[in-house]
């Protein structure tokens, strides 16, 4: 019984490791590496056989993940099974189930057996679900040994991260009473294990037996994502002293889990001001000693309810040039519904798209290159594999068939007036043509 | 006769100086400063009467712009008045006409009497197809006379700015010969320009009779939109030598209109990865003294034709970050097909978002105060409030409301597991708590 962490350790190689390098197209001793050190994690559950296997972390693609589930106001398990297939079509790396509504241990089993990529999830929610609708009590009321049942259980289904909120601790609420936030605290998991402490007056369970979190976590070689219940929810909470002292202390569980065998991720924000992510990505990367972060959006303003895909692929693009490692998708409907299918998809093709745009200033393998096969593919005037090297070619296909010319090699924009034509008979003659450079006029 | 510029450097604050200090919360002699300095623009034919008039530069709101325009092969002009309805009721600042079939003259006509915001062209799309389609003879073989005529013509229609791509010279072609580019010129204007240049063997005549288009541009009070014919058109073309010699002719030409009194704006590109967009505001800024930024996009990766409004909206909120100052939208449609209306909404909007997060980063007056709003909205859970706060309150509603709760005050993410009631009823107890900050374990 070992984990990949420690595997790594030693030196070893695994099977794991070689399928993501060759996904990757690097050295499967690079993957190995990053996993010894900390700073590249392979989310699988070791009772889990995970069809893809995904590496996240440094100098690796940005990876996205699409949040799923059921809520007790939406509680259909086949529209949740349509999402995952959506998400699975359109090139998600991870999924999460996140449902809270239902019953939350088969919706899980049918998640997991129909998702071929790491499956994460967040256990408090079902603990405090569980103490509410089937102990009948409140959640202040949950005991510490509900919470890591409920651990063990999604560990022994095979759940291959989760998010666990240990930063939620006495000294970062202590922070949160010492300037009022707008919000002051958005993330669920976070406010059921606040409500917890305070009405307890106790410490955050998941804190104080991070050692019992981390002996289940090394049992299954699940990845623990350290949650940043914390989280700013609005811009003007933004990177105050509530969410950087939650920070600190993942930082520190880091080298703890670290030092156990267990394989880390961090989470970060949330709602950023456009000129605070390369802040908070160096930040995290430095206090946290290089583990992988995994940012939600960030959302660079509050304002478009509607558009938070939009709005979080311009935070997600930032934070990923900076060297955020993995970035959670944001759909159309956040802060506003569950997402529909549709918006599953269009909002994991707005963080594949800032994700790409990250891998071009990482400079990961393969993605200079795709950019330049479509610029190669405009300048032949390629409609076919402009339309294949897209990053959805069903749209872009529909797009250019409404505009009417999909035989010719013209759009409906330029017409016969096409830039790239004009110049590329004018080119030829430019070539030969010796403009001397100090004619100026002529 | 004078022009605002002019009258700014006499010290003299107009109407329209006032109105557009109105709009932006700033003190009228801020914008005259600006306007004497040629930090800002305030795009407005002498001929015609902009019923919203717009300040566009330093220190103020980052504006967008619109394209609309027919095509030959797409060709209603209804559709096109309905475009800029459109555009003007979900508010854009400018609209640019850039039809290039039909009636042209028509067409720009009956799009003024309908624009009451900032109207800007391309001469040189009406000189080069009445060329070709009136005069029955090529692009190249159009006059010099024919191309000033066009102009003048524009300008007593009362067109307000003008993109005009003097930059495209002989010592700038030179460097696309040097290294090959991917994407020669992918500017329709700069096309004609360097096709005219080149068959001809000839300079730019918008650059050798740049004086003369500065009388025009005097007589009427046109602000001079610099083009940038030499934009890359694509990541692997960005920032190269052309771009660049173009840059640097911009910036001496601004000193020649601001020399004869005359306003400009300098255009920017185009296709740009995410870490030289920065840089490329920078060099604009200081090679053009400070000429207020228009730039397209810019778009930080070439693989997502369908979803160029998002890749622009991630472009154009860094690039204002760092200072541009106006943004060319990018809607769904481009590089696929003419846009449509459905499409010009969500150009704009995504544009307005990206506009709206620089604005952030700027402290522009107002901005942060949009998003405080909003974010007590969320801890007030007060869901018409957030509706009328979104940037586009029509979908949000009907988002929410096909979400199914329209009337509670839950959504269907969190149901009745809501972080915000959840730490709120929990704050209050926190605040009163006396959580020892040595006590880690109780």
Redesign the interface.
């Known amino acids: 019984m070992c984990t990949l962490k420690r595997l790594a350790e030693k030196g070893i190689i695994t099977e794991e490791m070689k399928a993501c390098a060759e996904a990757e197209g690097v050295e499967a001793e690079y993957i190995r590496e990053g996993i010894a050190k900390g700073h590249i994690v392979i989310c699988k559950n070791k009772k889990n056989k995970v069809t893809k296997p995904c590496a996240i972390g440094k100098g690796l693609r940005t990876k996205v993940n699409v949040n799923i589930g059921t809520?007790?106001?939406?509680l259909s398990v086949e529209e949740e099974l349509k999402k995952l297939e959506i998400a699975i079509k359109y090139g998600t790396d991870t999924v999460m189930d996140l449902s809270?509504?239902g019953e939350l241990d088969e919706i899980r089993k049918l998640i997991r057996e129909n998702c071929p990529v790491p499956l994460g999830t967040v256990p408090i929610?079902q603990a405090?679900?569980e103490a509410v609708e089937k102990h009948h009590k409140s959640?202040v009321e949950m005991t510490v040994s509900e919470i890591f049942k409920v651990i063990e259980k999604q560990a022994e289904d095979g759940i291959d991260f989760m998010t666990v909120h240990c930063g939620v601790?006495?000294?970062s609420?202590?922070r949160?009473?010492n300037k009022e936030r707008?919000?002051?605290?958005?993330?669920?998991g976070?406010?059921?294990i606040?409500?917890w402490m305070?009405?307890n007056?106790?410490?955050n369970p998941l804190?104080?037996y991070f050692d019992e979190l981390l002996e289940i976590a090394y049992n299954y070689d699940i990845t623990l994502s350290l949650g940043d219940g914390i989280r700013p929810?609005?811009?003007?909470?933004a990177t105050d002293g509530g969410q950087i002292q939650e920070l600190i202390i993942l930082g520190e569980l880091t080298l703890r889990a670290w030092d156990k065998g267990v394989q880390v991720m961090i989470e970060g924000p949330g709602h950023v001001?456009?000129?605070q992510i390369e802040a908070n990505v160096k930040l995290e990367k430095k206090l946290c000693h290089g583990a992988p972060f995994y940012v939600l959006g960030p959302l660079?303003?509050?304002?478009?309810?509607?558009?938070d895909?939009?709005?979080g692929?311009?935070g997600g693009?930032?934070a990923g040039?900076a060297g955020a490692d993995f970035l959670c998708y944001l759909t159309?409907?956040?802060?506003?519904?569950?997402p529909?299918i549709e918006d599953v998809k269009e909002g994991l093709?707005?963080s594949k798209?800032?994700a790409?745009?990250?891998d071009?200033?990482k400079g990961i393998k393969g993605a200079?290159e795709?950019?330049?096969e479509?610029?190669?593919a405009?300048?032949r005037l390629d409609w076919e594999a402009?339309?294949e090297?897209?990053?959805?070619p069903e749209?872009?296909r529909?797009?250019?068939i409404?505009?009417?010319?999909s035989q010719s090699k013209?759009?409906?924009?330029?017409?016969?007036?096409?830039?790239?034509k004009?110049?590329?008979?004018?080119?030829k003659?430019?070539?030969g043509?010796d403009?001397?450079?100090n004619?100026?006029?002529?």
């Not at 929810?233 to 909470?237: H, K, L, R, Y």
């Not at 090297?389 to 959805?392: Q, T």
């Open positions: 809520s007790k106001d939406r809270t509504g929610y405090a679900i959640i601790t006495k000294q609420l202590e949160l009473k707008i919000l002051g605290i958005v993330s669920r976070g406010s059921f606040a409500e305070i009405y007056n106790k410490e804190y104080e929810g609005c811009i003007a909470d001001p456009l000129d660079p303003t509050d304002i478009a309810p509607g558009y895909h939009l709005v692929a311009i693009a930032i040039a159309p409907a956040e802060h506003l519904r569950l529909t093709i707005a798209i800032a790409h745009i990250a071009l200033v200079w795709w950019d330049l479509m610029a190669k405009r300048a402009q339309i090297l897209s990053i959805d749209k872009a529909r797009y250019r409404e505009g009417g010319i013209a759009c409906t924009m330029c017409g016969p007036y096409c830039a790239i004009i110049f590329e008979s004018a080119y003659f430019l070539k043509k403009f001397s450079l004619d100026s006029k002529s």
